[in-house]
């Protein structure tokens, strides 16, 4: 299998406030894992890959001070919106590969962010 | 950068009827990927095709890396009402992953 889990969610914040998405790989190791915003009736759109234990890279336009990643494991990767806005609403969305399959991203169930 | 035209964006079909779909680019791709996205969730890999020329299946579904390896199409045959969601191509090549920007398909039944 390749299950891919996400936590929270849904989560409400207010302005200014940070909020940490978790992204697990739960039954492969992911050597890589990808994070991607979605706005509603859009396409995915990718904000960055992240490999275990490097730096992110991110995509032009994301602003990599604002949304943190850390990828300390090969089977956990966080997403850190820090001081958010309302415009950050989205839907969060994480995808991990497997080492021996490396062009196959297998995606989680997506986080719902509201910030009033 | 590497762009996704897919087609079409909605389709209204009957139950039972079959489904076809397909996404082009101006660019050439090493891998081709389908996936099916319900409302509220992450997109789900139905098809992974990996050689110009290759045919897959998966159910009643099927899809095809074109031979020049700027298409692909997916097929969906006898659909039924579970079949209703957004289905994205997905291409790689020397870039990450990118998407169509979806087929959205509704079943009546």
């Known amino acids: 299998g390749a299950v891919v889990s996400q936590h929270p969610s849904r989560v409400i914040c207010k302005s200014g406030t940070s909020v940490k998405i978790e992204c697990r790989s739960l039954d492969f190791q992911a050597t890589t894992m990808f994070w991607y915003r979605q706005f509603p009736k859009k396409s995915l759109m990718l904000m960055a890959t992240s490999n275990e234990g490097s730096k992110a890279t991110y995509e032009q336009g994301v602003e990599k001070d604002k949304f943190l990643i850390n990828h300390a494991s090969l089977t956990l990767s966080t997403l850190t919106v820090t001081s958010a806005h309302p415009e950050d609403s989205s839907f969060y969305i994480c995808?991990?590969?497997?080492?021996?399959?490396?062009?196959?991203?297998?995606f989680g169930p997506g986080t719902r962010l509201t910030v009033t | 950068g590497q762009q996704l035209n897919q087609s079409p964006q909605s389709m209204f079909i009957q139950e039972g009827e079959d489904v076809s779909m397909n996404c082009t680019s101006s660019s050439i791709f090493n891998t081709w990927l389908w996936y099916k996205q319900d409302p509220g969730e992450g997109p789900v890999l139905l098809i992974a095709l990996y050689k110009a020329g290759e045919l897959t299946s998966n159910g009643r579904l099927t899809a095809q890396f074109g031979i020049t390896r700027k298409d692909s199409f997916l097929n969906i045959s006898a659909s039924i009402p579970s079949d209703v969601g957004i289905y994205f191509c997905a291409g790689q090549g020397n870039t990450p992953l990118v998407f169509g920007k979806g087929t959205r398909l509704s079943v009546i039944a």
């Open positions: 995808s991990a590969s497997k080492s021996g399959a490396p062009y196959e991203q297998y």
